[in-house]
């Protein structure tokens, strides 16, 4: 597994270098020198990586992610593809388990806001590992989504979450599940089956952690 966080940042960092500091991303009003700038508090400032959770901490956290934002751009994208082996979230005996998933999506946040993407064709062992954290945020993001869905990933599982009540079928590859149970759902390639309603407030709802 640590191999596909190590990838993952990898090319997201060479993608990051071609496209140059000011390129569009997923994530609403920020370019890629914004987001760059978050993965490098996340791994390099614990004093303030708490704030991308803790709202009490938020206010410190924009306040270091704009001091680190303008580093000069190739020390940036360094510190994104070079994380330091003292780092709580990066270091070698959690990086697969802490990075995976995030640095995939963070790739496709990039990826998938330039016109050209296209889908890529991820090895197996990558859509296994996701499959696992899809599971995972399933249960923590849909909890208290008014309705039952059924969120299946062919050939590698499936899980039921939500409140109950009327029924939806969340399905597509690995990846596309954790983009769209992350908040991307507009971004991700999934079908989604059931009632019009509970589908559209699916569709429009503030997932992610």
Same mark, same amino acid.
């Given at each position: 597994?640590?191999?596909?966080?190590?990838?993952?940042?990898?090319?997201?960092?060479?993608?990051?270098?071609?496209?140059?500091?000011?390129?569009?991303?997923?994530?609403?009003?920020?370019?890629?020198?914004?987001?760059?700038?978050? #993965? %490098?508090?996340?791994? !390099? =400032? /614990?004093?303030?990586?708490?704030? +991308?959770?803790? $709202?009490? &901490?938020?206010?410190?956290?924009?306040?270091?992610?704009?001091?680190?934002?303008?580093?000069?751009?190739?020390? #940036? %994208?360094?510190?994104? !593809? =070079? /994380?330091?082996?003292?780092?709580? +979230?990066?270091? $070698?005996? &959690?990086?697969?388990?802490?990075?995976?998933?995030?640095?995939?999506?963070?790739?496709?946040?990039?990826?998938?806001?330039?016109?050209?993407?296209?889908?890529?064709?991820?090895?197996?062992?990558?859509?296994?590992?996701?499959?696992?954290?899809?599971?995972?945020?399933?249960?923590?993001?849909?909890?208290?989504?008014?309705?039952?869905?059924?969120?299946?990933?062919?050939?590698?599982?499936?899980?039921?979450?939500?409140?109950?009540?009327?029924?939806?079928?969340?399905?597509?590859?690995?990846g596309e599940l954790v983009l769209f149970l992350s908040g991307r759902q507009r971004a991700a390639r999934v079908q989604l089956d059931?009632?019009?309603?509970?589908a559209d407030r699916l569709r429009d709802a503030r997932l992610g952690l």
């Open positions: 597994m640590p191999q596909y966080a190590q990838s993952e940042r990898k090319t997201l960092a060479d993608l990051m270098q071609t496209l140059g500091p000011d390129a569009p991303t997923l994530n609403a009003g920020w370019t890629t020198r914004d987001l760059a700038a978050h #993965l %490098v508090l996340r791994e !390099r =400032r /614990p004093d303030a990586a708490g704030g +991308i959770l803790l $709202p009490p &901490l938020r206010r410190y956290a924009e306040r270091v992610r704009q001091q680190i934002a303008a580093r000069p751009w190739e020390s #940036l %994208v360094d510190q994104v !593809r =070079r /994380p330091p082996v003292w780092s709580p +979230i990066s270091n $070698p005996l &959690l990086d697969g388990a802490v990075n995976t998933m995030e640095f995939f999506i963070h790739h496709e946040d990039v990826r998938r806001a330039q016109a050209d993407w296209q889908p890529r064709d991820l090895a197996a062992g990558l859509q296994q590992a996701l499959w696992q954290r899809a599971a995972g945020l399933a249960r923590l993001t849909l909890r208290r989504f008014p309705a039952e869905v059924l969120v299946q990933a062919p050939g590698y599982g499936q899980r039921a979450a939500g409140r109950g009540g009327e029924q939806l079928r969340l399905v597509g590859a690995p059931g009632p019009a309603g509970p």
